[in-house]
């Protein structure tokens, strides 16, 4: 029955979206979407329950061996992903309750955000590389669906970029799997890692290898292919960019961690190398583009390129230490990036705009808002005892440990700009007078509004700060993830030996 | 587009189209075709029909709108994938029950839930086309 345990996180959002979309029309379509995510949760928890027994879980669908069917596999990295995807679509599933007006219910938006949420799933869970390719294109259908659904002016200009960039990405990515399917015949993950391995043209595999870094590059949104993400994720609702901002880059940063550590291990010298360059650069030009924006969301979409770096950092190292912090950074970031978002839809709600020039006074009239804002921002700049504190100090400690000290003052450094943007946003939107004379007081939007847009706020803010004072668990789990990246040994037997 | 020779030739053209597609459809799996190629088929088929009579005519042919057409295959789709569980297998292995005989050379006919699926598949394809298209004939 493992394989039923693997399909389910996939399975319920997809039935969900079905049903919502049937009573879209109807005020049950909204609870249908949030029962679907209470029960994706449950789902993916089974899954980690599972995992933490067996170790890695594998199964086959159709009942097609490995490597010819489509594998479903969840080790700790895979199984981490889902429980958070499934964490984050809850939060956002409550948030929709409050912020997503009818209107935009009728369009379908709750068939469109499972549909979504699907496909960051399968993403995650798929052994297999062109199955990954479809549940990039399920994730890039539905995320325009959402990107647009509204349809004002902005929201289709940042959508036409959003979606040409991506869909140059993808047939990247399309191109280097067609090519690598050429040169090894198989296209199951475990069972490339040797068939890579043994190839004869190990220069044609380090070109492949570069493509699939590029495809995935776009997607995660690292140096110097991220610039459809400050273009597209300030317009769509804000249930909608904490999605994207929590999760979608990050699939990108998973598929890179999985083919990186799984399969392209040939050459670590040459592709990782030009990855700790990427990385730094991402984190540099991130968070210096968020200096020059005066935009809540903007400053936040800029953040995300900088944060991505550290994660690819991880990766790039390629020490036990240096993945396991890239694990730990990748969950962190989901949390408090999500929750970021959704903090700016109530500042949006209450002050009247995301432009931190027109708004203000949001801490004199809001305290409790105030201090749910300071929880995620802090921890996204790394002050201790935050989540983001752990995840910085092990990549940091991880490039100190290789004596990589240019990479760990870049990494600091970039740290320390990362609080100026929040300070920024913290002065401009919380400290200083609103201009315009508003008292932003929670009661200016109905209890009916604010309820629902408050519960997951102070529900990740918890979860980060429950993350930052007992990081030990979380630590452990990394380090268990980790080491599975390094040595996937556990992995390519699962897969390849696994049976019903 | 005012014809009459088209008008009257698409009448015939949709009807056989739209035959040829579900011949498509169920001739999948063993042979050549399937829910894809059946589902575009009986796209064009509309589409012809939409050019022919105009798209505010076609849509009231449909009698539904794309969208749930293509969402109802989801759901079709997902539910053939799900009945394997009830038989202890994986996720979306295909069920076959032969009247008539064991095997494909041997049975009259079958049923199996990879007709289901290929069902599944040719609504989806037949809604999402049409929603395309559709939209587009209304900007032009």
Redesign the interface.
Known sequence: MTSWLLVMPIAVPFATAVLAYLMRRAPSGRWISLTGSVLSLVASIALLIAVLNEGVIAAQMSNWDAPFGITLVADYLGVVMVVITAITGLATAVYALGEIPERIEHLGYHALFQTLIAGVTGAFLTGDLFNLYVWFEVMLISSFGLLVLGGTREQLDAGIKYVALNLVSTIIFLSGIGLLYGVTGTLNMADLREAVANAEDQTLITVIAMMFMVGFGVKAGVFPLFFWLPASYHTPTFAVSAVFAGLLTKVGVYAMMRMFTLVFVGDVGFTHEILIWVSLLTMLTGVLGAAAQTDFRKILSFHIISQIGYMTLGLALYTPLALMGGVFYLVHHIIVKANLFLVSGVANKLAGSTDLRRIGGLYKSSPFLAALFIVPAFSLAGFPPLSGFWAKYLIVKAAIELDAWFVAFIALFVGLLTIFSMTKIWGMAFWKPHPDGIDPVPERVPAKIRVPMMLPIIGLAIMTVVIGFFPEPFVQFAETAATQLLDPSDYVTTVLGAQR | MNSIIFTAGARILVALLFVFSLFMLLRGHHLPGGGFIGGLLGAVAFIVYSLACGPAEAKSALRVSP??IA??G??IA?VA??VS?LFG??????QWYWVGGDSYETSLFSLNTVLVFDIGVYLVVLGSILSLAYAFEEET
């Open positions: 969208e749930g969402i109802v989801l759901g997902l994938g799900l569980f297998d994986p996720f979306f292995t295909g």
